[in-house]
């Protein structure tokens, strides 16, 4: 057998990382689990918000079809008592 060659021991270094193009594709490359989770927090938080408005919306329209507006009128004129009006000029 005829003797082996001694191989080289060169250092390979990693393969280098290029920058992306745009600045989007930097932020989605280095944040994009947290802008996922900031999209879903988002998302989360407006549906949370938008129940007790359409809670309120039901329970108004059905009192109007139900012809009690006196008593909503009753109810508000009692929540407003101290609220600031503009005086007329």
């Known amino acids: 057998m005829p003797p082996r060659k ?3 021991r060169r250092r390979v270094s990693p393969p280098r990382r290029v920058l992306p193009q745009t600045i989007v ?5 280095t944040t994009a689990r947290h802008q996922i989770a900031l999209s879903a927090l988002s998302i989360a938080v407006f549906l ?3 129940v007790p408005l359409e809670l ?3 329970i108004v329209n059905d009192a109007i079809k139900q012809g009690v507006v006196a ?3 009753m109810a ?4 407003c008592r101290g609220c600031p009006w503009p005086k007329a000029a």
Do not use: D, K
């Open 71 to 73: 008593t909503i009128l």
């Open 56 to 58: 309120q919306r039901r």
């Open 48 to 50: 949370i918000s938008a």
């Open 25 to 29: 594709g930097y932020i989605w490359r």
């Open 6 to 8: 001694p191989r080289s």
């Open 76 to 79: 508000w004129r009692r929540l």
